[in-house]
């Protein structure tokens, strides 16, 4: 047993309080003088020993305090034996299968509830749902799961868990989703490119997309949101330029420019050499080459994949979120859930209730008030 606020036993202190009562309310003799007695010699009078009257109503209250302290410092049985029904559980939009007598059914959303509850609505985090099931569930209990195939709502790693899963897929389309982000059109600014950085410049935009480069920006005006810009300036970014970058915008720099604080490298040539660095500003990022946009000093502007590795720079490649089903049954091996203490509470107030009542007869009994 364990308390989750000891402090609660200071309570006992007040079982000073019917023994207190029970003193001063004792019975008090009245000495009647005879007059056959007066001429006996007086004796000295024995010394008067703590007596309590009605001992058994004092154990009463004294266990019910004991009680009501105890229940105020919130105890804790552990070890004891816990239900290890299976479960089924149910992924929102299918059709729940019938659960058979002393089963758990359950949907696989937030706080699992009952199949007997209304279908959740909405994407679900399956794969950290999955992992938050193994651990409420009890150690040792069995667990089916159905889920559609293809699988959502995956986080890029395969769950594991710490018991092994009947794992069962039921052919399910998933609902038409956005179309996937397009790679984004570059809009140069600053001083004019020269026949060479033009080319490369040209040359990354069709490999995103396959269109042409877009006319050069004039003046003070910025890229739209969604687009990336390049600054070919000698010099730092405009303001109106680190305004549009702090507000999430992306822009690439070539060696002669500065770019604010110190960056990190993102990518290498084969060498190790470091071609690109990142420089973070508000909440969008300044791409800074390390060498003139010309495949002489910068070799790795020859190999093909290096549009998409800079691609993946400017607009990340998230985790994947759909899976077969086949393919992401949950491993097991993860560490076994802590086994769930026993709350006495409940247990605790029936005591409270059931003393209290037994104090009360006690204390009002025909026998209390007849008469001594």
Do not use: C
Not at 137 to 145: E, R
Not at 219 to 224: F, I, L, S, Y
């Amino acid at each position: 047993m364990s308390l989750l606020f000891p402090l609660g036993l200071l309570a006992l202190a007040a079982l000073v309080v019917p023994v207190l009562i029970h003193l001063a309310r004792r019975h008090h003799y009245a000495p009647l003088d005879f007059a056959a007695l007066r001429w006996l010699r007086a004796k000295a009078q024995p010394r008067q020993r703590i007596r309590f009257d009605e001992w058994p109503l004092l154990l009463v209250r004294l266990l019910l305090l004991t009680v009501l302290a105890l229940l105020l410092a919130q105890p804790l049985l552990h070890g004891t034996a816990t239900p290890t029904a299976p479960w089924v559980v149910v992924t929102p939009g299918l059709t729940p299968p019938s659960v058979d007598d002393g089963s758990e059914g359950r949907w696989l959303a937030p706080g699992f509830p009952s199949l007997e509850q209304p279908t959740p609505t909405g994407p679900q985090p399956l794969a950290s749902l999955l992992r938050e099931l193994d651990q409420a569930m009890p150690a040792g209990a069995a667990l089916t799961v159905y889920v559609p195939d293809p699988v959502p709502g995956l986080d890029g790693e395969r769950a594991r868990l710490s018991r092994p899963v009947d794992w069962r897929s039921v052919r399910h389309p998933l609902p038409t989703t956005a179309a996937a982000a397009v790679a984004p059109q570059l809009r140069v600014a600053g001083t004019a490119a020269d026949a060479q950085t033009q080319r490369v410049l040209e040359a990354l935009q069709r490999a995103w997309n396959g269109q042409s480069l877009p006319a050069v920006l004039s003046g003070d005006e910025v890229p739209a949101m969604g687009q990336v810009g390049v600054w070919l300036g000698g010099t730092a970014l405009p303001a109106t330029w680190q305004t549009w970058v702090q507000n999430g915008g992306s822009v690439l720099v070539t060696a002669a420019a500065a770019a604010p604080g110190a960056g990190a490298p993102v990518l290498r040539d084969a060498s190790g050499t470091v071609v690109v660095t990142r420089h973070a500003l508000g909440r969008g990022q300044v791409l800074r080459f390390g060498q003139g946009l010309s495949p002489v000093t910068m070799p790795i502007l020859r190999e093909a994949d290096f549009p998409r590795r800079l691609l993946d720079q400017l607009q990340p490649t998230p985790a994947p979120q759909v899976a077969l089903a086949a393919t992401q049954q949950p491993l097991t091996g993860a560490a076994a859930p802590a086994a769930q203490p026993q709350d006495l509470s409940i247990w605790l107030i029936a005591l409270v209730v059931l003393l209290f009542a037994l104090e009360r007869w006690m204390a009002t009994s025909a026998r209390r008030r007849s008469p001594a």
